[in-house]
């Protein structure tokens, strides 16, 4: 089926859907942009916004083909909830640590070398490895994981861990409480979970992954800071932390193994009742189970969903706290504050049209602006919160805060650059010695002896479009631009 977009401005579009009573799909992006969005991406959509309970569903420019939503959508609904527009690395997000390191301080490959091993001492990479595969990592067993997962990043936690409580406070959510807005639903529900042998068994080594950035697109990358020379910037980048020409850390990551068992339990689960009870699967689509608010159902998924992503918030801090420390061992006496920690993987209960919905973002970052009601009391109230969006190492990245505009995407933007290649035709069609060559060419370096093809730039969408795709629709406006000057990726999985 060919699906036609109608263009209502020079970076916004409508997707209508077979239902002309339904609300059509907002549509943020270019003409160019718009032109990657495939047929199954857009198919996706449209099965989403059609889905029971869905009041809203925005395509934003990163979009691209996910497991029954596509990612680099939000989906509002005021009734149900859907764990496929969550997807399984439950509350995958950024962090950015801003080091008081001038620039010229990495220029050194030596330098950069001893500080990318100092942080592999640390933080280990690839699927399923953890803090046995970094000797200098920390170790976190099966008491201090329980309570992290109820706590997310409490004052206890965070002291038991090495991580400066005061980060907390620059944390889009530093703590998830469960169905009933109470810590204790969820220790009810971990004490459920461990009543289950295999759960049981595998916990400890789940727990030993806290502090580590796993496979795929996840990374760390040392930046430089280039401050946009625009009065509002300026004063953005002050109340965010941001110091022009100086050296700052890009982490991407999320909840690891746990998040992916909690997300993957509660699929099966609810694929069963789908199927036991022949409900309905919107666009006959397995990936878009959902329970209806209120129901055991949605309360377990609610539940479990805050589980991971105490995780992953934890997880985060501890990285950045690690990396830091990577920073001190190889120049002494460097300090770091973090800037913004913002999923990019989670559902949160917010006012969407004036009535309270469970926004989800798949691939999608919340975007309040000064003035939004959610920032009120907060150091953002201001000048809006930080948006980190990843590009790719050579691009870059941005730091981005939030226009009026936002409200039309549900107080949302894209969460980077989004894949243009799928990664087994990245692999098959890119070629090795021209990717690596590329990074030395920029002065990149890389902790992986050959760069991930399915990782390369070229596997990703044309970041400046993207971005322009963002100001030109009035959701948000670029603080400062991040260049890459070393890489942390899947080093096990570069190799292969």
């Not at 580590?212 to 996840?218: D, L, Q, R, T, V």
Request: net charge negative.
């Amino acid at each position: 089926m060919v699906h036609e977009m109608i263009e209502t401005g020079a970076a916004t579009a409508i997707l209508p859907t077979p239902q002309s009573a339904t609300k059509p799909i907002t549509v943020i992006g270019t003409e160019a942009i718009r032109h990657t969005f495939d047929d199954m991406c857009l198919t996706q959509a449209i099965n989403s916004r059609m889905a029971p309970g869905v009041s809203d569903l925005v395509l934003n420019p990163d979009a691209h083909c996910g497991y029954g939503a596509p990612v680099g959508c939000v989906m509002a609904s005021p009734t149900h909830i859907y764990p496929g527009p969550v997807g399984v690395d439950i509350k995958c997000s950024m962090s950015l640590l801003q080091l008081d390191l001038p620039a010229d301080a990495v220029v050194d490959r030596r330098t950069r070398r001893a500080i990318i091993d100092a942080i592999c001492e640390r933080t280990p990479t690839g699927a399923g490895r953890g803090q046995r595969h970094a000797p200098l990592s920390r170790y976190v067993g099966s008491g201090l994981g329980r309570q992290l997962l109820v706590e997310g990043a409490s004052r206890d936690v965070c002291r038991q861990l090495g991580i400066p409580f005061d980060w907390t406070y620059r944390c889009e959510d530093s703590l998830h409480v469960g169905h009933d807005d109470t810590s204790d639903a969820l220790r009810e529900r971990l004490d459920r979970h461990f009543a289950d042998k295999f759960f049981r068994d595998r916990f400890s080594d789940k727990m030993q992954q806290l502090g580590s950035y796993g496979g795929g697109n996840h990374f760390g990358e040392c930046e430089v800071v280039e401050v946009a020379k625009d009065e509002r910037a300026v004063k953005a980048a002050e109340r965010f932390g941001l110091v022009d020409n100086h050296v700052a850390f890009l982490s991407h990551c999320g909840s690891r193994g746990i998040g992916h068992n909690l997300a993957s339990g509660q699929f099966r689960t609810l694929q069963q009742q789908f199927e036991t009870w022949n409900i309905p699967l919107p666009g006959n689509d397995r990936q878009l189970v959902y329970a209806p608010l209120g129901t055991s159902a949605a309360n377990d998924y609610l539940d479990d969903m805050a589980l991971g992503a105490n995780f992953a918030t934890v997880n985060h801090l501890l990285i950045n706290a690690l990396v830091l420390e990577a920073f001190q061992s190889v120049i002494p006496g460097v300090t770091g504050k973090l800037v913004y920690f913002i999923s990019h993987n989670i559902a949160r209960k917010e006012v969407v049209d004036n009535q309270v919905s469970w926004v989800h973002r798949k691939g999608a970052t919340r975007a309040f602006p000064a003035g939004h009601h959610e920032l009120k009391g907060t150091m953002y109230e201001a000048t809006g919160h930080p948006i980190l969006l990843p590009g790719n190492p050579q691009a870059g990245s941005a730091v981005m805060v939030a226009d009026e505009g936002a409200a039309r995407s549900c107080f949302s933007v894209n969460h980077g650059a989004g894949r243009a290649l799928g990664r087994k035709h990245a692999i098959r069609t890119l070629d090795q010695k021209q990717v690596d060559q590329s990074f030395d060419d920029a002065d990149i370096l890389s902790n992986c002896r050959r760069y991930p093809r399915d990782e390369a730039p070229a596997a990703y969408k044309d970041f400046d479009e993207v971005l322009k795709s963002v100001k030109t629709a009035g959701l948000a406006s670029e603080v400062a631009r991040l260049k890459a000057r070393f890489v942390i990726k899947d080093g096990g999985r570069a190799d292969d």
